[in-house]
């Protein structure tokens, strides 16, 4: 037992912080600080400026172009790197295409998809969940039929996110509807978005954002060579790639992040003349969710440690993602409570163009309800907290 | 002991009830946030000729002369619609303020208000007060046959709707006094009144108001100077009453969206409400919302007892127990709808986005907490 950092790992956390100062574009910096919304070009142009690093890929093995890091230096550069204000990755080529075509994709695809997913040239989406699959994946629809050298794809995808800038997608696809079972079926296939067919069409979610998307397909013709592994196989595929979903789901860095905000906020908001952070109720309140991130950092710790001699997260990532995201909705709720009244006012274009002058109140203020709202949705995604009690009480608990 | 309403409060549920179901679905509703004011003024007149703008009006000055039960049904039923027009502001809590501080501008206001011809709306939070209805910087000076008022008020409901405001001023004392306190009806386009419009995050409208050198005649001061105190108050006592039983009428909406979701979607073969974790958090959001129905009607009962600490008491309790509870179930309306819960389309996340509001309107669930410590430590 020891919590302590090498001197080793005490140098890396310099350099990493060495870097951030020196590289992180300052505009993309404040954005995220104050929790504005990013542009697609401010998640690419960072990616860039990682690519030219060597530090594209942190979860990456060196052989594709990875850092090789382990779970230490994993904890690190999330740390800082969330701590000064650096985007999130956005995941859907990185943490989870990437892994399967590692993993299960030939050599061929492993060089022609890997490079370009590392430099940030290629933006990928999801095409897992439909209208009627969302917790039951499985009882997926969107079908794929075999035409000689390609399959003629007809169906519909949902919850796509940031599609609307995507070049390319990974769908899971029914190829076989006769199979015993739901999942025996589904194959693994990856989309060319400008194959004509494809429609992406918004979903406004409750605070004006444009982040999801319906996808349409019709008729959309799929090369083969495009399919990751077997036909009717990519049930495996998919559930590796949810595993990998879970990498760093705990969101530490971040909320670390977030717990600073809200503890600057409540310093500078008043109550009865006095500092609302010096408010008994409200330093109890922060204090309850920085001590349930402190649990949290450590047993992230430890499931990181453990994971680095496995491949991909167990079940045990699932109290990551509940507890993470929990801690998450706590702090975008207490960041407008600290406000109050002034937490209301909403104009979703001034948080789109990061300039909030003309909002009414602190600008500090001006997200804070959106967020909360936005916020929602996490114990939602990426597999509800519900369905996240299952599997630990399924896959650990044995029940 | 009777929990039954009379006929007559029957009646006035169900007219309102129609007119929610008849002429302000969702679509119509969706019409009007996006349109420029935010607020319709036909539909106002609609409520008017439904008589709704006179129900808290006293019957010498053109109105009904109904009482906080009224209230909270008509409340219930336009939180289920989730009506964006000023009817709280400007039919319960300036009538309320109006007939506590009785005079000429009272007497002018009143069957205007009745009639549903002129919107009167109060503006008294600032920033930082937190609900504390104490604190009030914004000063009037006297000067001749004038008042001079200078400072701001932040968030007001409906403010930008406003033909009249009536506006809280310090006329002497110091900050956190109750005496000292009085108010005084300002025409929004007077000299030096800016009034900054904005929508809100729940699809509601408030502004923030500049007050930098108004200049009223000495006879805009509603009541004795200094002694309005007791009177906003009051005002916004029967404000928390009223904005509770929004809150429950939201609250029983939302659960009955919730219910018909989790009986038609389906997934692994079966309806999602088969499921016992989201059968025992549908019970839990039913439990919560009876608690807050309890209290909504305690809130009622108590908004006009004569003893002040009693009201406080009651008041502050039931804005607690409404305020946990509209978060409990509107968080978990969103979480049990799914992505869906998330969509601007469907109307639970507008239901939740107004409880969201509601916790943060007339001072939040911590701060009614410590009021009811206060209140009844005595």
Redesign the interface.
């Given at each position: 037992m020891d919590l302590t950092f090498t001197p080793d790992e005490q140098a890396f956390r310099d350099e990493v912080r060495e870097f951030l100062a020196t590289q992180l574009p300052a505009d993309i910096a404040r954005k995220v600080k104050s929790g504005l919304a990013l542009h697609a070009d401010d998640y690419t142009r960072w990616q860039k400026i990682l690519h030219k690093r060597g530090w594209a890929a942190p979860n990456w093995p060196k052989q594709f172009g990875g850092t090789g890091w382990g779970p230490v230096e994993l904890h690190i550069y999330d740390e800082e790197a969330a701590g000064a204000g650096a985007p999130r990755t956005i995941p859907f080529g990185l943490k989870m295409v990437a892994p399967v075509i590692m993993a299960f994709g030939n050599p061929a695809q492993q060089q022609r998809f890997l490079p370009r997913i590392l430099s940030g040239e290629d933006w990928w989406c999801q095409g897992y969940?439909e209208p009627?699959?969302?917790?039951?994946l499985a009882?997926l629809k969107t079908r794929a039929e075999r035409h000689g050298d390609h399959y003629i794809v007809n169906g519909q995808k949902?919850?796509n996110t940031l599609g609307q800038y995507a070049n390319w997608i990974f769908c899971l696809v029914r190829t076989d509807p006769n199979a015993p079972k739901q999942q025996q079926g589904i194959s693994f296939l990856l989309i060319d978005m400008k194959t004509p067919g494809i429609t992406v069409r918004p979903?406004?979610?409750?605070?004006?954002a444009h982040e999801?998307n319906e996808v349409w397909l019709e008729n959309v013709k799929v090369p083969v060579e495009n399919r990751i592994g077997e036909e009717n196989k990519g049930w495996t595929y998919a559930k590796f790639l949810l595993g990998h979903e879970r990498t760093n789901i705990a969101g530490v860095g971040a909320s670390k992040r977030e717990l600073g905000r809200l503890k600057a906020i409540a310093r500078q908001?008043?109550?009865?003349?006095r500092p609302l952070s010096e408010d008994p109720?409200?330093a109890a309140?922060i204090a309850q969710v920085e001590i349930d991130l402190m649990a949290l950092e450590i047993t992230n710790l430890r499931a990181l440690s453990a994971e680095s001699e496995k491949r991909a997260p167990g079940p045990e990532a699932s109290i990551l993602k509940i507890k993470g995201t929990e801690i998450q909705q706590a702090l975008s709720e207490l960041m407008?409570?600290a406000v109050?009244?002034?937490?209301?006012?909403?104009?979703r274009a001034s948080l789109e163009e990061g300039d909030l002058r003309s909002?009414?109140?602190p600008e500090y203020a001006a997200p804070l309800?959106?967020t909360?709202?936005n916020f929602?949705?996490v114990?939602?995604?990426g597999g509800?907290?519900?369905i996240q009690?299952n599997i630990i009480s399924q896959m650990i608990l044995g029940l | 002991m009777d929990f039954n309403f009379t006929e007559e409060q029957q009646l006035l549920a169900d007219t309102v009830q129609r007119f929610v179901r008849e002429q302000y679905s969702f679509e119509e509703r969706r019409a009007i946030l996006t349109s420029s004011e935010g607020w319709s003024r036909d539909i106002w007149r609609e409520l008017a000729g439904l008589g709704l703008t006179a129900l808290n009006i006293p019957e010498e000055h053109g109105g009904l002369n109904a009482g906080p039960v009224e209230t909270m049904l008509v409340m219930n039923a336009l939180g289920q619609g989730l009506l964006l027009e000023p009817f709280l502001s400007a039919a319960v809590i300036a009538p309320a303020l109006l007939t506590r501080l009785p005079g000429a501008v009272a007497t002018q206001l009143l069957p205007a208000t009745a009639a549903g011809e002129r919107i009167v709306v109060l503006a008294h939070q600032e920033p930082n007060t937190r609900g504390e209805l104490n604190i009030v910087t914004v000063r009037a000076e006297r000067s001749g046959d004038s008042y001079v008022l200078e400072g701001q008020k932040c968030v007001v409901a409906h403010g930008g709707a406003a033909d009249e405001l009536l506006i809280t001023a310090r006329t002497s004392g110091k900050l956190g006094d109750t005496d000292g306190i009085s108010v005084f009806r300002v025409e929004p386009g007077t000299d030096g009144v800016t009034v900054k419009s904005y929508g809100t995050i729940d699809g509601q409208r408030a502004a923030d108001i500049k007050l930098a050198k108004v200049k009223v005649p000495a006879s805009s001061l509603l009541g004795a100077e200094g002694k309005a105190y007791p009177a906003v108050e009051a005002a916004h006592q029967i404000g928390i009453s009223a904005i509770c039983a929004e809150a429950v009428g939201i609250m029983k909406a939302v659960n009955a969206a919730t219910l018909d979701y989790t009986k038609s979607r389906k997934q692994f073969g079966q309806p999602i409400g088969k499921f016992q974790v989201l059968q025992h958090r549908m019970a839990d959001m039913f439990i919560q919302t009876e608690q807050a129905t309890s209290m909504s009607y305690l809130a009622a009962i108590k908004c006009l007892d004569p003893d002040p600490l009693e009201r406080r008491r009651a008041l502050s309790a039931a804005k607690v127990v409404v305020g946990q509870a509209g978060r409990f179930v509107g968080q978990q309306a969103v979480q049990l709808h799914g992505g869906m819960g998330m969509t601007d389309e469907l109307s639970v996340s507008h239901y939740f986005k107004r409880l969201t509001s509601i916790d943060l309107t007339f001072g939040d669930t911590d701060f009614h907490t410590q009021q009811f410590v206060a209140a009844s430590a005595g």
């Open positions: 969940s009627g699959a969302g917790s039951d009882s949902t919850w979903i406004i979610t409750m605070d004006g999801v908001e008043m109550k009865n003349g109720i409200f309140r407008m409570y109050g009244p002034y937490a209301l006012p909403f104009e909002v009414a109140g309800a959106a909360y709202c929602r949705k114990t939602i995604y509800s907290n519900e009690r | -």
